[in-house]
């Protein structure tokens, strides 16, 4: 069992940054990777960044490559998003999520651990 808390959400401008963090508890010794998802109304939940625990490889989804940065802190068990240059498309509910396999990294479905979710809204 792993337990997920994100935390960080708010309101920000267009062009300003923001950054979330994701604190793991529980059997976290079983993660293989986190993820950061977001989800708008009435939308899937789309891939936004993912990170290996081990070895640290990052991943990205095109649309927030070169602005956000997913890092992580084994010794806390947490892993950061650092949002930067953010526009209004980004607003959205953000997830922590962590998968104890292997496999591809933009699908929810293929994620074991969700948190409760953190929101963010950027104006304009």
């Known amino acids: 069992q792993v337990q997920l808390v994100e935390s960080g959400g708010g309101l920000v401008q267009a062009g300003g940054s923001l950054r979330l963090s994701c604190a793991a508890s529980?059997?976290?010794?079983?993660?293989?990777?986190m993820g950061w998802f977001r989800q708008r109304p009435g939308k899937e939940r789309e891939f936004v960044a993912a990170?290996?625990?081990?070895?640290?490889?990052?991943y990205y989804a095109d649309s927030v490559k070169g602005r956000f940065t997913i890092t992580r802190d084994n010794a806390k068990n947490t892993v950061y998003l650092q949002m930067n240059s953010m526009q209004p498309e980004d607003t959205a509910v953000y997830y922590c999520?962590?998968?104890?396999?292997?496999?591809?990294?933009?699908?929810?479905?293929?994620?074991?651990?969700w948190g409760q979710g953190t929101q963010v809204t950027v104006s304009s």
């Open positions: 529980g059997r976290t010794f079983s993660t293989y990777a």
């Open positions: 999520a962590a998968r104890s396999n292997s496999g591809t990294y933009a699908y929810p479905n293929e994620y074991n651990y």
């Open positions: 990170i290996r625990w081990s070895g640290g490889s990052t």
